[in-house]
């Protein structure tokens, strides 16, 4: 008997209605699946349609045309099964980070005497065990990417999908989340959608690139397997030999998708 695939789009076209009455095709006949346990990691040029595909796994987004599956079965409405961390801070700036934390369980019903205990629990795990007491703005960046990331993962999620979680962070914070997020990973191995602009990135912590091409009508054009050794360290792996070929492979395809979005969001600019 075949396992499911934790994720499975096909076909998946994502349109959108403007506001002079025409219609904008974001991405078309998207085929992507990811096995459970795998991460997988979507680059590609500015306004492709990264996002939108992650918001399409999620439930936020309907296709137009196309399925969506989870687990084998039809997704509608929301994905419960997902976990989603997003690129801007989602935290209570009135909470203090254990009680960020302790709302991931508690709008599930979780009395508030039994989701603190495991909310500390997982500050420690992600390094912030002695920062239960403060709130987000006693916090520097990168300690707010581990709160946020310790608030989706307490509700154990079976898919954690992630919008550029680490770009607003200096590259030497983001490595370190990387690693960070590469060791919580390791521990139950959760199916990972990530999308990122950083193909090192990517290739650092994945077990698949997808590519997506320059939109309008944006498709997934290349999807490499990652056979880099596990577990990596990601301030070392990336001065692999096969981390480099690999990266000189995938870059020949994406350098010319970025080219077209730059002259695409150039030509747009110039017409306002």
């Given at each position: 008997?075949?396992?499911?695939?934790?994720?499975?789009?096909?076909?998946?076209k994502?349109?959108?209605?403007?506001?002079?009455?025409r219609?904008?095709?974001?991405?078309?006949?998207?085929?992507?699946t990811?096995?459970?346990?795998?991460?997988?990691?979507?680059?590609?040029?500015?306004?492709?349609?990264?996002?939108?595909?992650?918001?399409?796994?999620?439930?936020?987004?309907?296709?137009?045309?196309?399925?969506?599956?989870?687990?084998?079965?039809?997704?509608?409405?929301?994905?419960?099964d997902?976990g989603?961390?997003?690129?801007?801070d989602?935290?209570?700036?009135?909470?203090?980070?254990?009680?960020?934390?302790?709302?991931?369980?508690?709008?599930?019903?979780?009395?508030?005497a039994?989701?603190?205990?495991?909310?500390?629990?997982w500050?420690?795990?992600?390094?912030?065990?002695?920062?239960?007491?403060?709130?987000?703005?006693?916090?520097?960046?990168?300690?707010?990417?581990?709160?946020a990331?310790?608030?989706?993962?307490?509700?154990?999620?079976?898919?954690?999908?992630?919008?550029?979680?680490?770009?607003?962070?200096?590259?030497?914070?983001?490595?370190?989340?990387?690693?960070?997020?590469?060791?919580?990973?390791?521990?139950?191995?959760?199916?990972?959608?990530?999308?990122?602009?950083?193909?090192?990135e990517?290739?650092?912590?994945a077990?698949?690139?997808?590519?997506?091409?320059?939109?309008?009508?944006?498709?997934?054009?290349?999807?490499?397997?990652?056979?880099?050794?596990?577990?990596?360290?990601?301030?070392?792996?990336?001065?692999?030999?096969?981390?480099?070929?690999?990266?000189?492979e995938?870059?020949?395809?994406?350098?010319?998708e970025?080219?077209?979005?730059?002259?695409?969001?150039?030509?747009?600019?110039?017409?306002?």
């Amino acid at each position: 008997m075949t396992t499911p695939d934790a994720v499975a789009l096909e076909d998946a076209k994502v349109a959108f209605r403007l506001g002079d009455g025409r219609v904008y095709t974001a991405v078309e006949k998207a085929h992507l699946t990811i096995a459970q346990g795998e991460f997988v990691a979507i680059v590609g040029p500015t306004g492709c349609g990264k996002s939108t595909l992650l918001n399409v796994a999620a439930g936020l987004l309907r296709p137009a045309a196309g399925s969506v599956r989870i687990f084998d079965r039809p997704l509608a409405g929301l994905n419960r099964d997902a976990g989603y961390l997003f690129q801007a801070d989602a935290l209570f700036p009135w909470k203090t980070a254990l009680d960020n934390v302790a709302i991931g369980l508690e709008i599930r019903g979780t009395p508030r005497a039994e989701a603190l205990p495991q909310a500390q629990k997982w500050l420690t795990s992600v390094g912030l065990g002695a920062f239960a007491g403060r709130y987000p703005h006693m916090l520097s960046g990168g300690q707010r990417k581990r709160v946020a990331l310790a608030q989706v993962l307490i509700r154990d999620p079976k898919i954690l999908l992630m919008d550029e979680p680490f770009g607003p962070l200096d590259a030497q914070t983001r490595q370190v989340m990387g690693n960070l997020l590469l060791d919580l990973w390791n521990a139950d191995r959760k199916a990972v959608l990530f999308v990122t602009h950083d193909l090192e990135e990517a290739i650092a912590l994945a077990d698949r690139v997808v590519i997506m091409s320059a939109g309008p009508s944006s498709r997934i054009i290349g999807d490499w397997r990652v056979t880099l050794a596990r577990p990596r360290d990601i301030f070392e792996v990336r001065m692999d030999k096969e981390f480099h070929a690999l990266h000189r492979e995938i870059w020949s395809v994406l350098k010319d998708e970025v080219m077209k979005g730059y002259a695409q969001s150039t030509h747009a600019a110039e017409a306002v």
